[in-house]
């Protein structure tokens, strides 16, 4: 058998040319699209795809049927451009030439084309109507600024109101807390979401559970979620809130009961912040979603305008235009310190923002929450644009009511005072969490925990605002304070005579004291004649309490608080 070049075991090699002219095959015409005859059934087949496409589109990306939102726009030009490419395919179109394309796009696009044109130059102008250039001094209203003194108007926080942990602690107690729990641990998971709000009175962190994967999810989506989790942010104490019905919209649940899917079909022309969970009073599990609204231009100056709760657990929505007083969380602090920003920046005009710059201030890296009263304020340094390390003042702002006071105090940044923090404590190597900002002993004072590198709290720090060399720390806030208020003192800062914050004070005779070794540091414990209450005073910071015996008169300052055994703050003769 011969061998032919184009030939090989059987198989013939198409990409083979010997060169002969009778062997080379020219390509065959591509067949003409064909169109669909009835125009009527043409554009019929055009709005179905149309509708299903933009069905499907609306189902996974919920944008908001509203002018003011930038998806509504990208939503609307998809829409016209798959009508388009429908109309395209129905029709037969080949276009070869240019001029073909625009006679196709007359006859046949000529609606969503219109529609498309409109909505681009509607951005536009509404983008130039709303730029910052042209409406500096709108942007610098957003926030109604009211000028205060610190002293005056923020009082002295009692000890139960301090929140002695961050967000990174919080959510370490709030994952040991659901490891501890067998009949939890293997099927949920804690959200990474704490948000702080005041509960009974009392600083707390919410975190809701989610499904630890999707076969969890199956098996069970039917109860729902059974807990939420409740951080005290002053005991550090964790409780895992059981529910008698599960919690069914979450913000990482699936198809109708997601919770932005939720929303987005029962308003879907409202634009929201990003939901956050409180309680109201009974407990109750709630997502506040606030409304967001455009209020300069048609994309410009975001606030917002009242809020929708959602029950966790039924689903059923309502919408408040002024939301009931345990709302706490109605402004999100990254909204608040962009129009403070916006205040700072243009107060005095766009060009003065770039050239002279003069009283042009901005917020410093970060914020903090403070609980005053019932509600949750943001707090934030504010400092010039020159790039030092030293604040001007301060802004505290309430994210229920968007209630903000400016106290003017130059001195140290947040930042600066937490490496002054973690110089005093070196040795140890404990770093400082984000300062609040209290008024301790009529002074501006950065108050901080100090952890350790499992981020449990392990001291505490309080940092003079305007004399960041003033630098105290304690085992506990009371002790801390103490260190603290004879510091001020020796500088010559206060009057020596100030009292501590929360303090009550017990005289009479001792008539029993002992003493205990705890962490290292001696601990004497005194009981006075009458009184059947332990009073503890470390040697570390009272040395007069090694030389007190049974017999002896004394005044002693203490915390009033629960138990048998008080936490005692001074001890003195007479």
Request: charged share 20%; proline share 4%; aromatic share 12%.
């Amino acid at each position: 058998m011969g061998f032919s070049g184009t030939d090989a075991g059987g198989f013939r090699w198409e990409g083979f040319n010997s060169g002969a002219p009778s062997q080379q095959h020219p390509p065959k015409p591509k067949k003409p699209r064909k169109a669909v005859k009835s125009p009527a059934a043409r554009v019929a087949i055009n709005l179905i795809v149309t509708l299903l496409a933009g069905l499907l589109y609306f189902y996974f990306e919920l944008p908001a049927i509203n002018l003011q939102s930038p998806d509504f726009y990208a939503f609307a030009l998809l829409l016209c451009a798959v009508y388009c490419i429908c109309a395209a395919l129905t029709s037969g179109f080949q276009g070869q030439e240019a001029g073909h394309y625009f006679s196709f796009l007359k006859k046949q696009c000529r609606i969503p084309v219109i529609l498309a044109v409109a909505l681009l130059v509607l951005a536009l102008v509404g983008t130039l109507a709303g730029s910052v250039i042209f409406r500096a001094k709108s942007y610098s209203e957003l926030l109604p600024i009211a000028v205060g003194d610190f002293a005056a108007e923020v009082d002295e926080i009692s000890y139960d109101q301090i929140p002695m942990l961050d967000k990174k602690s919080a959510e370490r107690l709030g994952d040991r807390k659901l490891g501890e729990l067998s009949d939890m641990v293997s099927q949920f998971e804690v959200v990474d979401d704490y948000t702080q709000i005041n509960y009974k009175g009392r600083p707390v962190r919410i975190a809701t559970l989610m499904y630890a994967d999707l076969i969890k999810w199956f098996t069970n989506r039917g109860d729902g979620l059974p807990a939420y989790l409740l951080i005290d942010m002053v005991t550090q104490n964790v409780e895992l809130v059981r529910l008698e019905e599960g919690i069914k919209y979450t913000n990482v649940e699936h198809f109708g009961r997601n919770l932005y899917r939720h929303l987005r079909f029962h308003y879907p022309t409202y634009m929201f912040s990003r939901p956050v969970m409180e309680v109201n009073e009974e407990g109750t599990p709630y997502w506040i979603c606030p409304r967001l609204v455009k209020t300069i231009g048609l994309f410009g100056g975001t606030d917002v305008k009242g809020a929708v709760l959602v029950n966790a657990i039924t689903g059923e929505c309502e919408y408040y235009e002024e939301v009931p007083p345990w709302v706490d969380n109605l402004y999100p602090a990254g909204l608040i310190v962009q129009q403070y920003d916006y205040y700072g920046m243009y107060h005095n005009g766009f060009f003065n923002s770039i050239f002279g710059q003069r009283d042009v201030t901005v917020t410093t890296d970060d914020y903090n929450y403070i609980a005053m009263g019932d509600d949750v304020w943001v707090y934030t340094g504010v400092t010039s644009t020159g790039g030092d390390q030293s604040n001007i003042g301060f802004i505290l702002t309430n994210q229920r009511t968007k209630e903000s006071h400016f106290y003017s105090c130059a001195g140290a940044t947040e930042h600066s005072a937490m490496a002054s923090a973690n110089g005093e404590l070196q040795n140890l190597r404990y770093q400082a969490t984000f300062p609040l900002l209290l008024n301790v002993g009529g002074q501006p004072t950065y108050f901080m925990a100090m952890k350790d590198n499992a981020e449990l709290v392990k001291k505490y720090a309080m940092v003079n605002v305007q004399q960041y060399q003033i630098v105290a720390t304690g085992d506990t806030v009371a002790q801390c304070e103490q260190n603290y208020l004879s510091m001020l003192s020796r500088n010559g800062v206060v009057d020596g005579s100030a009292g501590l914050s929360g303090t009550e004070t017990a005289e009479g005779v001792i008539a029993e004291i002992r003493s205990a070794v705890l962490d290292g540091n001696t601990v004497y414990f005194i009981r006075l004649t009458g009184d059947d209450m332990f009073y503890s005073v470390s040697a570390v910071d009272q040395p007069l309490a090694v030389i007190l015996n049974a017999g002896d008169r004394v005044t002693v300052t203490y915390h009033p608080g629960q138990g048998s055994i008080l936490e005692g703050v001074d001890v003195a003769l007479g």
